[in-house]
């Protein structure tokens, strides 16, 4: 038996980069306004830092405005972030690893 999960790439990547080291900094990124209370529950956040190494985080859903949302999280070191939606992901805590997208 296979086991296989759909992640679907929810806009682009953004690159974020700084002069500002060792310090965390909340990071939110705008959903699309398509994305629904129900998927909400199972978008990750895929970092890709600059030296090489990744990690994901849950995050968590903020307002940014009136009918648009965010995902907000916290970094130690600004890279590359990707929004990541899998409907086989129910998220109840927050995730380390996952395998870099190639």
């Given at each position: ?20 080291q060792s310090r965390s900094v909340t990071i939110t990124l705008p959903l699309p306004t398509d994305v629904t209370a129900e998927k909400m529950v199972s978008i ?59």
């Amino acid at each position: 038996m296979t086991n296989t999960t759909t992640i679907t790439v929810l806009g682009n990547p953004v690159k974020i980069e700084t002069n500002l080291q060792s310090r965390s900094v909340t990071i939110t990124l705008p959903l699309p306004t398509d994305v629904t209370a129900e998927k909400m529950v199972s978008i990750l956040v895929y970092i890709q830092h600059s030296n090489g190494t990744t990690e994901v985080k849950r995050g968590r859903v903020v307002e940014l405005e009136p009918g648009i949302k965010g995902i907000e999280f916290e970094v130690a070191h600004f890279s590359t972030f990707t929004l990541l939606y899998s409907p086989d992901l129910k998220i109840e805590e927050e995730v380390n690893t996952l395998a870099p997208i190639s």
